[in-house]
């Protein structure tokens, strides 16, 4: 995680490249310490990055939408504007999310730092490709 953390500060550093939210990169410098603080805390946030770089691709591409989120990634995912590896990549952290934020029992699911090391390394990989990719 640490090296696709130095990958992508370097790639955003690049100036030919679309601005990228604070959010955005906030979510890679403390996904080490949310992990061991508070998984979930940390699963809710991926989401919320997922939710920043899905609603203006959605703009751009389909026009202004209030769908929730998964429809919102099922309707780029059907017009081609997502690729499958990174369509598999935003459900996961969407439903993993889900899971977090919305309220299950403690016996049934339990997020832990090894889940949000996981979902941080994914939406990493998510936001390393919306910023290098001409079509997002």
């Known amino acids: 995680l640490a090296a696709l953390r130095r990958r992508l500060l370097s790639t955003v550093a690049n100036p030919e490249l679309r601005v990228v939210g604070p959010n955005l990169l906030d979510l890679l410098s403390t996904i080490d310490q949310l992990g061991t603080i508070e998984p ?9 990055v997922t939710e920043e770089v899905i609603t203006p691709l959605h703009t751009k591409h389909l026009g202004p939408s209030n769908k929730p989120l998964f429809e919102q990634i099922e309707a780029l995912h059907t017009n081609k504007h997502i690729p499958k590896n990174v369509y598999s990549y935003l459900n996961t952290v969407r439903t993993v999310g889900n899971l977090s934020v919305h309220y299950q029992p403690k016996d049934l699911v339990r ?26």
């Open 40 to 48: 979930e805390a940390g699963i809710a946030r991926a989401r919320k």
């Open 111 to 136: 997020m832990t730092a090894s889940d949000l090391k996981l979902i941080g390394f994914i939406t990493a990989v998510i936001i390393e490709w919306y910023i290098t990719s001409a079509d997002a």
